[in-house]
């Protein structure tokens, strides 16, 4: 299969993700094909040959002309002007893709809908075309499979639309939940919310250069010289090879902690609130399992599931929380599909389904649970009704996409 490893070692922006699968091959003439098609108003695509600490790379330019520069876009704006452009499926797929995850997080950080969510600087046509040419760059090059890097986000602090925040800013925060980060001594935003949503979009996983046969390579350029790195990403584009069960189509392999502890001394209600801290302190799964210990007494076993950087916060819960002495800790090999969050609209209203894709391509979806039960009450409709509503949407989607 053909992948794209994006590795961002200085980083991440869509301009920069964009110029990088250009110059590993990705035909300019062809790009600027796409943006007609998107009829943006006076918006060109321009690419050139820079340095950047003292490597070649390419840099892209959207010339945005005045029409398209006041224009302000929902979601529902963008999607249609993709849904026009008569794109391949998986490239307006995968764009629409990349602008719901990012309209998620906006929504996550303001506090309302995705529906509602304005998107500033994010609408803009230079954004629009970043993404979607980078998801059609991607379809020329053809990639299968795309996987990433840890991702350093830079530290100090940036301007945006709301003023001052720290790095990562709010919505690039939201969006590398759950994703590696590098840790970098370089200033500024390396790390943009438009190449965090591409990258969490479309990575199948996130890790060191998976086994693979280089066929091709390309280096994307930032806009500003770094101070201490080279404002540059580094895209691979080759083969997987056979080798490498961490890498192997629709699954990821990592290795994860569990701890354990044995109680006979706590009653019910301190060991459910052990394992509600747990949850809330970032476990990937906690529960209790009856046992019987030594002298026919009997005991609970608390178990904890956990990413290893969180292991000493966690004992540390458990040992506080608890009675427990000890806390026991295992590394577990662990399999995991890869997947995403997808949104989809019922007559309950947006519901989150979590979707994995197996090794073979094929598909399957779960609606979270909170959204679902959130939504029966204000409606006082069963439970079920608004999960099968939510399957159903799911299915209409994934079948106009072909991907049933």
């Given at each position: 299969?053909r992948?794209?490893?994006?590795?961002?070692f200085?980083?991440?922006?869509?301009?920069?993700?964009?110029?990088?699968?250009?110059?590993?091959g990705?035909?300019p003439?062809?790009?600027r094909?796409?943006?007609?098609?998107?009829?943006l108003?006076?918006?060109?695509?321009?690419?050139?040959?820079?340095?950047?600490?003292?490597i070649r790379?390419r840099?892209?330019?959207?010339?945005?002309?005045p029409?398209?520069?006041?224009a302000?876009r929902?979601?529902?704006h963008v999607?249609a002007i993709?849904?026009?452009?008569?794109l391949?499926?998986r490239?307006?797929?995968?764009?629409?893709?990349v602008f719901?995850?990012l309209?998620?997080a906006?929504a996550a950080?303001?506090?309302?809908?995705v529906?509602?969510?304005?998107?500033?600087?994010?609408?803009?046509?230079?954004?629009i075309v970043?993404?979607?040419?980078?998801?059609?760059?991607?379809?020329?090059?053809?990639?299968g499979?795309?996987?990433?890097s840890?991702?350093?986000?830079?530290?100090?602090?940036?301007?945006?639309e709301?003023?001052?925040?720290?790095?990562?800013?709010?919505?690039?925060?939201?969006?590398?939940?759950?994703?590696?980060l590098a840790?970098?001594?370089?200033?500024?935003e390396l790390t943009?919310?438009?190449?965090?949503?591409?990258?969490t979009?479309?990575?199948?996983?996130?890790?060191?250069?998976?086994?693979?046969t280089?066929?091709?390579?390309?280096?994307?350029?930032?806009?500003r010289?770094?101070?201490?790195?080279?404002n540059v990403?580094?895209?691979?584009?080759?083969d997987?090879s056979g080798?490498?069960?961490?890498w192997a189509?629709?699954?990821?392999q990592d290795?994860v902690?569990?701890?354990?502890a044995?109680l006979?001394?706590a009653?019910?209600q301190l060991?459910?609130?052990?394992?509600?801290q747990?949850l809330?302190?970032?476990?990937?799964d906690?529960w209790?399992?009856?046992?019987?210990?030594k002298?026919?007494?009997p005991g609970?076993?608390l178990?904890?599931?956990?990413?290893?950087?969180?292991t000493a916060?966690?004992e540390?819960l458990l040992?506080?929380e608890?009675?427990?002495?000890?806390?026991?800790?295992?590394?577990?090999?662990?399999?995991?599909?890869?997947r995403?969050?997808?949104?989809?609209?019922t007559?309950?209203?947006?519901?989150?389904?979590k979707?994995?894709t197996g090794?073979?391509g094929?598909?399957r979806?779960a609606?979270?649970?909170?959204?679902c039960?959130?939504?029966?009450?204000?409606?006082?409709?069963?439970l079920a009704?608004?999960?099968q509503?939510?399957l159903?949407?799911?299915?209409d989607?994934?079948?106009?996409?072909?991907?049933?």
């Amino acid at each position: 299969m053909r992948i794209a490893y994006a590795d961002c070692f200085s980083g991440c922006a869509g301009d920069m993700f964009l110029a990088a699968l250009i110059d590993a091959g990705a035909p300019p003439d062809g790009l600027r094909e796409v943006v007609q098609r998107l009829a943006l108003p006076g918006v060109e695509l321009h690419s050139d040959e820079v340095k950047r600490g003292g490597i070649r790379a390419r840099h892209v330019r959207v010339e945005v002309g005045p029409e398209s520069r006041k224009a302000h876009r929902h979601l529902h704006h963008v999607v249609a002007i993709i849904d026009a452009a008569g794109l391949e499926p998986r490239v307006a797929e995968r764009a629409r893709a990349v602008f719901t995850r990012l309209a998620e997080a906006e929504a996550a950080v303001h506090g309302t809908t995705v529906q509602k969510v304005h998107f500033h600087e994010v609408g803009a046509a230079d954004a629009i075309v970043d993404i979607v040419c980078g998801c059609a760059a991607l379809e020329m090059l053809g990639v299968g499979e795309v996987y990433a890097s840890a991702v350093p986000t830079g530290h100090g602090t940036v301007r945006c639309e709301h003023g001052i925040m720290p790095v990562p800013a709010p919505a690039t925060a939201r969006l590398l939940e759950r994703v590696p980060l590098a840790a970098c001594e370089e200033a500024g935003e390396l790390t943009t919310p438009t190449g965090a949503a591409l990258l969490t979009t479309l990575a199948k996983g996130f890790g060191p250069i998976p086994a693979m046969t280089i066929t091709s390579q390309g280096w994307g350029a930032g806009t500003r010289e770094g101070k201490t790195r080279p404002n540059v990403m580094r895209v691979l584009i080759g083969d997987l090879s056979g080798g490498s069960a961490q890498w192997a189509p629709g699954v990821w392999q990592d290795t994860v902690v569990l701890l354990e502890a044995n109680l006979d001394d706590a009653p019910g209600q301190l060991c459910g609130f052990a394992l509600e801290q747990a949850l809330e302190a970032g476990a990937l799964d906690a529960w209790a399992v009856p046992i019987m210990m030594k002298k026919g007494r009997p005991g609970v076993t608390l178990g904890v599931l956990c990413r290893p950087e969180d292991t000493a916060r966690l004992e540390a819960l458990l040992l506080s929380e608890t009675p427990t002495l000890g806390v026991r800790r295992s590394l577990m090999p662990r399999t995991t599909l890869a997947r995403r969050m997808q949104v989809v609209a019922t007559r309950f209203g947006d519901i989150r389904v979590k979707v994995a894709t197996g090794p073979g391509g094929e598909t399957r979806a779960a609606p979270e649970y909170d959204d679902c039960a959130a939504a029966a009450r204000r409606h006082g409709v069963p439970l079920a009704a608004v999960q099968q509503a939510a399957l159903r949407s799911w299915q209409d989607a994934d079948d106009r996409t072909g991907h049933g």
